[in-house]
């Protein structure tokens, strides 16, 4: 069972996975692409299960490791310190912020299978990339809980994809085996699993303050495993341009 996280990435979804796993008992090891001394302010947040590192050592001393940064950075993911690990990749394409990735463009390798291809090693789980990082927070509910939420995740590994279903339910979530990482598109941005059925719908005509504020205020939907099912049984295969295009109607 996992007793230490590594986070590469401690932005909004590393920093929210660590105050969830510090609270749920476990250790973290934070770690981000400047230096270990520019997560203090997190680290004394969290206290004294959580300390910070570099990438790879953080990939050295943990038992399962989250990779969680810009996808565009995913070459520099310490490939070497994270061979045999199980790896979770909460990482998504958008070629505004990635800068185009011909492959993922044209659709015929999904976001997490490249990701597994530098790591070729380690066993990647994709996993947390389609609930934002404000309900990733608020929406994580004991097992059992009546309001709890489940997520889909992805993986060529079963036995890695049965750690990441323990950690998920340590951390408030139930998971849904939606296949393997070739399968993966079925929770890649524009799908209908996408963030917006754990967000509540968003009433029209506010300002951009007033947007913020209800991001930050509205309790999370709960998404039971049946409807995680069902809505990435029911998603289409789209190229990320596509997808793209639906995002931007959405
Ligand atoms: N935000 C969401 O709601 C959300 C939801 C689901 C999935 N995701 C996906 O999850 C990933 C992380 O998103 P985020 O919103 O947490 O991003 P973010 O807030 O911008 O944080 C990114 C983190 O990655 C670190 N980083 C960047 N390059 C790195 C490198 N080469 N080595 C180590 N660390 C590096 C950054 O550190 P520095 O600041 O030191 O550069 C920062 O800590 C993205 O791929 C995103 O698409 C995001």
């Not at 995913?74 to 310190?81: D, G, I, K």
């Not at 939420?149 to 951390?171: C, H, N, W, Y």
């Not at 059925?197 to 309790?219: C, H, I, N, V």
Request: aromatic share 6%; no cysteine.
């Amino acid at each position: 069972m996992t007793k230490t996280l590594g986070l590469i990435g401690s932005g909004m979804i590393g920093g929210g996975l660590a105050r969830l796993a510090v609270a749920a008992g476990l250790d973290v090891v934070l770690s981000n692409s400047r230096g270990p001394e520019t997560l203090a302010g997190l680290v004394a947040e969290l206290g004294e299960h959580a300390r910070a590192a570099t990438p790879t050592e953080a990939a050295q001393v943990s038992d399962l490791v989250v990779a969680t940064i810009p996808l565009n950075a995913y070459r520099r993911l310490p490939a070497a310190a994270l061979a045999g690990k199980v790896v979770i990749d909460t990482m998504n394409y958008y070629p505004e912020r990635d800068n185009r990735i011909a492959e993922l463009d044209a659709g015929t390798l999904t976001s997490s299978a490249l990701v597994q291809r530098h790591l070729a090693d380690s066993h990647v789980v994709k996993a947390f990339n389609s609930i934002d990082f404000r309900r990733l927070f608020t929406s994580a509910r004991p097992a059992g809980a009546p309001d709890r939420s489940a997520l889909p995740i992805a993986g060529d590994d079963e036995a890695a994809k049965a750690e990441v279903t323990m950690l998920l339910d340590r951390l408030g979530y139930d998971a849904v085996d939606i296949g393997t990482l070739a399968e993966s598109w079925r929770s890649e941005p524009g799908t209908p699993v996408y963030v917006q059925p754990y967000l509540a719908a968003q009433p029209e005509g506010m300002s951009q303050d007033e947007m913020q504020r209800w991001f930050f205020e509205t309790p999370g939907v709960p998404v039971p495993a049946g409807r995680v099912k069902e809505l990435t049984g029911t998603a289409v295969r789209r190229s990320a341009s596509e997808a793209r295009a639906t995002l931007a109607r959405d």
